[in-house]
């Protein structure tokens, strides 16, 4: 303490007390400050506060929210007193959130809607209406959204589309009123501007109960990118509790709508969910893109008794389909799944080919260990590694060879690697980014038998810092990922770096930044220009189609 004796500070702070004399307490509070006592004293004076009378402690109370007091602890101590003082005196509350400096009002009003006071209505509807105060009007839209008044929503909904923390307050306060009303006019939001739209779908996420999880996944097939991409961040937030509504969302969705039910269910991994996936792959959907889905689930949520149905997985025409089959088998072994490989690549056929070199290039390598006692299976992957491997994928199956005792083998894929060696790796940078870490393995195939050497991230954030840092050559990126889209990602290199700076190559199973006119699809090239992105490819795409839109921007 600085020359003041605490225990004479504490006796006279009671004397005020016992002889309601507010004007000496206040007074003799200017001194409670971190650099007049330490925090022992402080926590004493708030001690003998708690045991005064509303009508004096409320404005000892008021006074030291203007009191310079930094240590955490003994401000929440402060409001834990002025809730206790609060409760039951309405009608202090009220005059101290409308006739107070802002600090106070900011801290009634936060009182106000803990402790439900109900008659506060009224005064938080007129402040809402009438303030100016940023700050002001947040605080009593979340009070007023705490009471959840029906009556309420109106006045919510007239506040939504302001100044961006208004918005929020006024949007999770409409969520927080719960009900069918509540969640039609959150998706009555959603529309032209982007932030909007997040707010609104962030919300709808917090009221959980059925008809809001409802709405929430059928937001999955909106056609705007960052409401189904939040829609998708909320889900997996919930959880298994979304599980029942997504599988139920199967039937009659269209193949857009169905890859992200499917992928969302992935992340969430909730084992209840393999049966429905299993359903779709035993079908055999006509759209690519709804298969590769399945099996990047099937990654996520492993269940070796049902392995055997990935199997035909590895035959699919789309080898990004059967890399993301490779996958999942690696993740879900069992004696049946080994039986069903054995039998494919006995075969010796040109699927079998197709087969092994998917589990090669995806690295499927638990799979290994299983299947080097056949012949011919060691015959099609050494076919594969010396011809069509990109250069690390042959170092690490050599790598994996020798570790599983199959040191002749790998030494002899070893002799042959300079008669497969891909071109001189150039000095361009092309970062990739995409939640898939069998999509990166694709590209990173791809581009390194190009000559190139790709730098992969499958977290964007992890990938924004090393992109605004480094300036590669290109970057390529999936739209749909958790947490961070790709359009969100382009937004943040476009804070820096325009799209003759850095292109970027987007890759999407979407129908996001499509146009139809007189029956022709096209790219909205307009719409590209305003999102940042130079180019558009969808999936699935074939060699020819990557090498090209690579090429658009750098010589291959």
Known sequence: MSGINAQEFIDELIFCIKEEDVVKAKALLQFSSDAEVDADVQRKALIELAKGPEKVVFPLLEYLTKVDISNPKIQESIYDLILDKAYGNTDLVIKYITENEKKARLLFLKASGDLLLEQTAP????IIKEDKDKDILVAAINALGALRLPDSLALFASMASREEQVNRAAIFAIAEQGGNDAVDQLLKFIGEDEQTNKIAVEALGEMQDLYSLEKLTALLGSKITIVRDTAIDQLMRLGNKSTPILTNAFQNADADYLVHLVTTLGYIGDPASINPILDI??????????????????????????????????????ESVRMSAARAIDKNLSKALVAGLRNVVREGSAESQKAVAALIDSDASNIFNFLVEEESFMVLAQTHVNTKADPATRKEFIKQMSSIGQKEFAQTIAKEMPKAEAPAARTTQIFVVDDSKMMLKLYQNKLTALGFTPVTFDKPENAIPQIITKKPDLVITDLNMPNISGLELTREIRKKYTRQDIPILMITTQSDFVEEKDGDIKINDSVLTKSGINKILHKPFTDEEFHKAVGQFIKT
């Open 123 to 126: 005064v938080l509807q007129k």
């Open 281 to 318: 792959i035993n079908t055999q959907p006509a759209d690519a893109n709804i298969r590769q889905a399945a099996y990047e689930a099937m990654e996520r949520i492993p269940s070796p008794k049902t392995a055997i149905s990935l199997v035909q997985g590895l035959q699919d025409p789309v």
